[in-house]
């Protein structure tokens, strides 16, 4: 005898509550299983392949000049291993960091080279750019009177042509309203003016 439509309904519910059983006794780890090989496929073991053109390709400065920066933020960013995991290393901290500002890939893109969570990343990240920050910081000179920048600016204008500018970042496109009788000069690939 075939099962009613209310027997059917009845064996879909239990299928449905035994599926969610499953998945819920199945969660046995705080990670994926992929991500606790870090050591294994991280760009790490890649760096240290790299030839010396390739290196500053990837994080955009040389290997000496990484190293010393390692040792500068080094202290700053280590973390120590628990019983329960682990750390990410300062090393591991750094280049992830620097293939970040380098690329602008999100945390999501970033994670299948780093072999990090991009949670773990959403810290790591800005705390390892604060770390730069307040190692370099005497490095960084702003002007700081109204003469030092107009010479700045002047600057801008006799060098390249760009009057009012007071500054530039490699890579990032800043929106402007677009000069008088430039066509497309200053238009851009992301379809604005930059």
């Not at 290196?55 to 291993?81: H, T, W, Y």
């Not at 893109?109 to 307040?134: G, H, M, R």
Request: glycine share 4%; net charge positive; aromatic share 12%.
């Amino acid at each position: 005898m075939a099962p009613s439509k209310r027997q059917k309904i009845g064996i879909a519910l239990a299928l449905v509550t035994l599926d969610s059983d499953e998945k819920k006794k199945r969660r046995k780890y705080w990670t994926k299983q992929w991500l606790l090989k870090r050591s294994q496929f991280s760009h790490t073991i890649l760096m240290k392949e790299l030839e010396a053109e390739d290196f500053k390709n990837f994080l955009r400065m040389d290997s000496n000049c990484f190293e010393e920066l390692l040792n500068m933020v080094g202290p700053l960013i280590a973390k120590q291993d628990t019983l329960m995991r682990s750390s990410v290393s300062a090393t591991q901290r750094l280049i992830v960091t620097l293939r970040y500002l380098a690329t602008g890939r999100s945390y999501e893109d970033l994670k299948f080279s780093a072999v990090i969570s991009p949670q773990l990343l959403s810290s790591i990240i800005p705390e390892t750019c604060w770390a730069i920050y307040n190692c370099l910081k005497h490095y960084i000179k702003m002007p700081t009177t109204e003469e030092e920048w107009k010479r700045v600016a002047n600057q801008f204008e006799t060098k390249w042509n760009f009057s009012h500018c007071l500054g530039a970042m490699d890579g990032k496109h800043i929106a402007i309203r677009k000069p008088p009788h430039s066509g497309s000069a200053y238009y851009n690939y992301k379809s604005f003016f930059s």
